[in-house]
């Protein structure tokens, strides 16, 4: 478990339950070419975990068996993964919406360089990471040459008709804070990254999603050797909104790691913290083929209120 989680497991956070099932989201490994400084997934190019065949099928059923209409796929770069296509493919054969946690980045690595028309043959919903609409500070979290590459392919995928009025391919970006502030107002953050990118790049996007930092993984350990953790949990709590719990992504989604083991949420996920059914100490996707997940209590501590602070966050952006 990690080493965070011992400063936010005592917490008064409210008493949540489970809702419709309505997104799948999966985790397919923890390789990535990039290694960004608020990843709380602590990704890099040294991680080895990745989803097997056998797991990507038990997806797949599940997904039958489940009805849930939309398949929201993770990493690391989730591209990386060798059964990505294949599941991409299948996914959409059986008419699942498909979400693609992209950065840009991978676009242009060795390999993967037809990847942008495969997401526009399968009509994928792209969600791109773009943390800011400035070189440098892009560039500080994320490495050197990222924003740069991140244009260029962005400018690649509004060629394909991503992001374009009428195309029906959707191409959404994602902000997040550099430090341990929240982030400012998504509709107002959006307006302004419309306006600059498009009038400096000639790029065009759906919607902005501004995502507030977590305290785990390598954003949480960056916290706690700057003694900034509890002032971080703090600010989270103040900030606090009742009316968010009614929208937050952890009652209608469910977070499966690249073992196939079943979490609330990705962030639970990165925290070892897994999924309370049925008694199994660490419940695995096949246990949950006729499974009735409606009502079942959420595993919540100090981290979630990063999920309820100010206008709220989720993987879908803002909450109100």
Known sequence: MHDVLPHITESDFPAIRRGELDTLQVNLGYRCNLSCLH????????????????????????????????????????????????LVQTAREMGV???????????????YEELAEFFAEQRVNVVASLPCYMEDNVD??????????SIR?????????????????????????EGATLPPAQETLEADYKQVLHERYGISFNALYALTNLPIGRFGSTLISKGKLQGYIDLLRGAHQPENLKNVMCRSQLSVDWQGRVYDCDFNQMLGVPLRYNGSVHPH????????????????????????????????????
């Open 39 to 86: 990843c709380h997934v602590a990704a890099s190019p040294r991680r080895k975990e990745e989803m097997d065949r056998e797991t990507v099928d038990m997806v797949i059923r599940f997904l039958k068996r489940s009805g849930a209409s939309t398949i929201d796929l993770t990493g690391g770069a989730p591209e990386m993964n060798a059964h990505f296509r294949y």
């Open 97 to 111: 919406r498909v979400i693609d946690r992209c950065n840009l980045t991978i676009l242009e690595e060795s390999g």
């Open 140 to 149: 500080a979290q994320r490495g050197d040459g990222v924003f740069g590459s």
């Open 153 to 177: 392919m962005l400018q690649r995928l509004n060629e394909l008709g991503y992001g374009k009025a009428g195309t029906e391919l959707e191409l959404d970006l994602i902000y997040n804070p």
């Open 285 to 320: 996707l096949s246990e949950l083929l006729d499974a009735a997940l409606p009502g079942l209590p959420i595993q919540v501590y100090n981290h979630c209120y990063g999920c309820t602070a100010g206008q709220g966050s989720s993987c879908g952006g803002a909450l109100t």
